[in-house]
């Protein structure tokens, strides 16, 4: 059995881990498709928007300058154009000094008249408008490009498609959008002692496969999971399964073991004998015997056995790499919260604590999970995101101000 | 033309529509597709978590009473019990007085034992283990029920389930979990000057129809969109249209209308007329033209046509119905800031503002984005999220705190 001797910083295992980091390759998909994608090329409007002068309130088309003068008592008098007969015609209407034409929100301006007074400020009687309030030319008109400009950079690479970002891009009649192809990761569990919990519970010195369920789920937001399930603990099957996961079908994999030091070393042997095994062992708690290699000039992370341990490798090395292959320029949302209570850490290690959100009128305050090891799940499902204690920090005072990642 | 001549506050609003949100149904599913759904029943552990006593590092299963007084230059020296010949008997070990055995994290504790020393305080030669450091009873043991106990809540109803959450499940064997139906919403764009991104842009005074693929969007995430497209303005077609939508298939109906007087009342009008007009116009800031009504016993929100006042509307106020009736309970996220600027409201009605987050080291700041009118799409994708101005608030001023609720 071998123990690890020298742990690497989690800034130097990260650097490495990116420095693998091969972009996904891109793809061109109906834009409505694209929620949540990240998108893979600058967008610049193809047209004004609007694409012509409007109307931005219910009312009359004129001409502003005809309006001075208006008011409650002293209405100014205008002649009402009347209605084509022809529908759709309307936009051909000019209007005149003097004149008026009724026109509704979203309508192109008239020809000829450069305001729109409110509906509210006016009274029409037979083919006479009066206007009680003067309206200045411009007004209550939508112009041309107003919204986004003919060529205007619209959507930046790299940022995550939102809903109002779909309705952008319909406005702009892009109708298909570059997005980064989500890649495909094979996700396998491996010990004796694990059974598939849709397997019957025998209750005998078996516990469930939880880590391949839940790294599939967080896979799942920037990624395409691709569940193996379990490996036995046997050098051969797991040699494998790693070279049939990379070989055929998967871009990647996560491979989460017993925790053991033997079991782990089982894993990265098989990694180290198969292709390369770039570091093993890193100053996280929980996490520490996290590995990564390259087999098949693909990247393979090795992860602690422990679901909260695996969790935390997870947030710390496999998601920043998630999101780096897929482009994703965003920074992840903090919430910046106040310690509720001292948060102790030893220095030389990175910890990831579990911390639970209470919220005031305007405030958040963090409270840690106090859990006694990496095998408590419910640290997990009772705190609302958790909180980086950086190596060379001695912990947290209480009232200290700390940022929390979300679970999302 | 009618305009609105009494518009109901939100608070009303709200509370109106929430008054008529009937509770989505149970459906039963596997529980690893249940990511991101919303629970309908609450979670009791079935079993133990830890189901049994287990070591929870890796070393030697010892009765801890044996290595007291160890220490570096004063070992204890313990007799070293062998591998049993047959695979999956080492469980059967006993361990007695002065006796050790090695084990791996994870495994069940072996009767008579209560600790585990650690591997690094330790030195195996031959048949017997040197000890350099005493462990108490019960030191690096994962206690039976230390996790989860038998019977302990787990999972509240109304909570969504995270990766963690689905994790919890697998380890408690809970693989069928209740969560709430999503109901099916039937999404309408009305007017006649809209064109389908889609179709061909010809630049003659269409528009896009945006409405219904953002609000299609932002159904999604906790319904099922059923995008029906645009309508012209024709009264019949339009109430044949909702007719079809909700006789059929859909649970409710989001129809949008070009956002003048007319033609509001032209849906409002079709409602009225199917069924029963709830409310028609709310004080909010955009949104002002929104309505709610009944039709077949199911909702029909109106809302406005400009995109952005739809999204204000669908934020306010059919989020929050779609939220209630799956059954969520928790709250929506929000993020304080710090107001960057003066942000004006006027007394009687709430406004929708549209802010972009500055990040420092540990303060985030909202700028509000400034434009004139409710067509500027732009000022959605440029924010990061909205902040509510309260009826009875005059604005906020520069400094103040601000509650932002982020885009999903």
Redesign the interface.
């Known amino acids: 059995?071998k123990?690890f001797r020298k742990l690497m910083s989690l800034e130097e295992a990260l650097k490495t881990v990116l420095s693998y980091a091969k972009s996904a390759e891109i793809e061109e998909i109906v834009?409505?498709d694209a929620?949540n994608r990240i998108l893979a090329e600058d967008v610049r409007s193809p047209?004004n928007?609007?694409?012509?002068d409007r109307a931005?309130m219910?009312g009359y088309a004129i001409r502003g300058e005809d309006s001075f003068g208006a008011a409650p008592n002293n209405p100014v008098l205008l002649r009402l154009r009347k209605r084509q007969r022809e529908k759709g015609k309307e936009?051909r209407v000019e209007i005149g000094q003097g004149e008026c034409f009724t026109i509704?929100?979203?309508?192109?301006l008239l020809k000829g008249s450069n305001a729109v007074v409110k509906?509210?400020y006016t009274k029409e009687s037979g083919d006479t408008l009066e206007i009680f309030k003067p309206v200045t030319p411009g007004k209550n008109v939508?112009f041309t490009g107003?919204?986004?400009t003919l060529g205007e950079e619209?959507?930046k690479e790299g940022k995550v498609l939102?809903?109002?970002?779909?309705?952008?891009?319909?406005?702009?009649?892009?109708?298909k959008v570059k997005v980064y192809k989500r890649v495909k990761f094979g996700i396998i569990s491996t010990?004796n002692?694990l059974l598939d919990?849709?397997e019957s519970?025998e209750?005998e010195?078996?516990?469930?496969?939880?880590?391949s369920?839940?790294l599939?789920?967080?896979t799942?937001k920037n990624a395409i999971p691709h569940r193996i399930g379990i490996v036995r603990d046997d050098y051969e099957k797991i040699k494998s399964a790693i070279t049939y996961s990379l070989g055929a079908h998967c871009n990647g994999l996560l491979i989460s073991g017993?925790?053991?030091?033997?079991?782990r070393d089982f894993i990265a042997d098989a990694v180290e004998d198969l292709g390369k095994l770039v570091f093993h062992g890193v100053a996280i708690r929980p996490g520490e015997p996290t590995g990564f290699g390259i087999v098949n000039n693909k990247p393979v992370f090795v992860l602690p056995?422990?679901?909260v341990a695996a969790?935390s490798a997870f947030e710390l090395l496999v998601r920043p790499f998630l999101y780096d292959i897929h482009g994703l320029k965003e920074?992840r949302?903090?919430?910046?919260a106040i310690a509720s209570k001292k948060i102790p850490s030893a220095v030389g290690r990175t910890d990831f604590v579990r911390v639970k959100l209470l919220?005031t009128k305007?405030?958040?305050y963090a409270e840690p999970i106090r859990v006694?090891?990496s095998?408590?799940?419910?640290s997990?499902?009772k705190s609302d995101g958790f909180v980086l204690i950086e190596e060379n920090k001695e912990g947290i005072g209480e009232g200290e101000?700390v940022?929390v990642n979300?679970?999302?």
Do not use: W
């Open positions: 059995m123990l834009f409505d929620l047209i928007s609007p694409p012509f931005a219910d936009s509704q929100t979203g309508m192109p509906l509210e939508s107003e919204d986004v619209v959507l939102r809903a109002h970002d779909i309705g952008m891009l319909a406005s702009l009649f892009k109708t010990g002692e919990p849709t519970f209750g010195n078996k516990i469930a496969d939880v880590n369920y839940v599939a789920a967080l799942k017993g925790s053991s030091v033997g079991k056995g422990y679901p969790l920074e949302r903090k919430i910046f919220c305007n405030e958040y006694s090891g095998s408590i799940l419910s997990m499902t101000k940022a979300v679970r999302d």
